[in-house]
């Protein structure tokens, strides 16, 4: 692998810092998003006028599990404060599965952006989370001694393009 893309919750950006740091990675800020509900078109929710994070818990909510990967002892939604509230939780390592199962329930999925959801999914909508507070940093990653090839540029320059112009995205976080 020649770079990777690394999601963060914004608030547990120092832990994985400190694990990049041990690893001899390079990481370089990419763009910051808000949290969206990832849910099916007819969805209960999108009746409502205003939806608070109570609403949210009577429905199932997916999260993603990836057991059995180098880091799987971190979990990329582990620092929202609200998973114990809903009254189901279920957990998948297919987002295939995870999407053709939310576009014929009731369950929701928290995403770290709506970002071309209703493209890639048109059974589907994506509603902002409730909360504002949560949101989401990208990074690309690298090995130090690692030299960009033209491809790798490209790549990184026209993500920072699309992200830019489907986004409001936040500034860069300060150094730590």
């Keep these: ?16 810092m400190n694990e990049l740091k041990k690893r ?19 969805h209960p929710l999108l009746k409502q006028k205003e939806v608070r994070l109570s ?46 199962f939310i576009e014929r329930s009731d ?6 952006s709506g970002l071309h959801v209703t ?3 048109p059974e589907l909508s994506a509603l902002p989370l409730p909360d504002p507070k949560i949101r989401w940093e990208y990074y690309y990653i690298h090995r130090p001694d690692y030299r960009f090839p033209k491809i790798a540029s490209d790549f990184i320059s026209r993500l920072k393009h699309v992200v830019n112009e489907e986004l409001p995205c936040g500034p860069e976080p300060s150094p730590r």
């Excluded at 692998?1 to 994985?16: F, H, P, Q, T």
């Excluded at 180098?70 to 279920?90: H, K, R, T």
């Design 1 to 16: 692998c020649d770079i990777g893309i690394l999601v963060v919750l914004a608030s547990d950006n120092s832990g994985w």
């Design 24 to 42: 001899k990675l390079s990481h370089h800020f990419l763009f910051r998003t808000s949290s969206y509900i990832i849910l099916r078109n007819g």
């Design 55 to 100: 609403d949210l818990y009577q429905y199932p909510v997916f999260r993603t599990s990836y057991r059995g990967r180098l880091l799987d002892e971190y979990n990329l939604a582990s620092g929202f404060p609200f998973y114990d509230q809903f009254e189901q939780v279920i957990y998948t390592d297919s987002m295939r599965f995870m999407y053709k």
């Design 107 to 112: 369950g929701i999925f928290i995403g770290s």
């Design 119 to 121: 493209g890639l999914h």
